[in-house]
């Protein structure tokens, strides 16, 4: 069962992953809107789990190119965490995309349930792409999912020593 605030499109569109980091770089940042507004303008909808760092930039990206964006959260769809992405989800529904859970209304997000939701986010795409990743974090377990359900995986070349590259 999935719990689902705004819209959901045909089962047959073009759906993209982006994930990363929470604490991410500059570059990153401009990787995940730039890369979030090109899918856009080409008909993708782009879904990330609307953390902040690369998930955020994700969906701005898409927004800010008039696109659509799913967002999928570890928590019910009325207890957002962080709490202060309750703009962000506005901006998504009130766009036409979609806020989505596996978790009922009234669930507070559980350390647990985000390696759940990189399922969902690996699953409902036909690629993922990690902009920025720990060598231990939730990018490299969405990654791994999704080599596991058979999807593409894209990584963006990044500086191979910094610690948003090390994934």
Same mark, same amino acid.
């Given at each position: ?55 955020? %930039? ?7 190119? #008039? +696109? *659509?964006?799913? @967002?999928? =959260?570890?928590?019910?769809? $009325? ?33 647990? %349930? ?7 986010? #690996? +699953? *409902?795409?036909? @690629?993922? =792409?990690?902009?920025?990743? $720990? ?33």
């Amino acid at each position: 069962v999935l719990f689902v605030q705004g819209r959901l499109r045909q089962s047959d569109s073009a759906i993209i992953s982006m994930v990363g980091k929470r604490e991410c770089s500059e570059y990153g940042k401009k990787v995940a809107n730039d890369f979030a507004g090109f899918f856009a303008k080409n008909d993708f909808i782009v879904c990330s789990g609307m953390a902040r760092g690369i998930d955020t %930039y994700a969906h701005k990206g898409s927004l800010k190119a #008039s +696109g *659509i964006t799913y @967002a999928i =959260i570890a928590s019910g769809i $009325d207890k957002l965490s962080p709490y202060s992405a309750k703009d962000l989800k506005n901006e998504i529904i009130g766009a036409g995309g979609a806020v989505i859970s596996e978790y009922p209304c009234g669930e507070t997000a559980k350390v647990a %349930y985000f390696p759940q939701r990189n399922r969902l986010i #690996s +699953g *409902i795409a036909r @690629a993922t =792409i990690v902009v920025e990743s $720990d060598i231990k974090g939730g990018g490299l377990i969405t990654a791994k999912f999704a080599w596991e359900q058979n999807r593409e995986v894209y990584a963006v070349p990044g500086r191979i020593h910094t610690k948003e590259s090390a994934g």
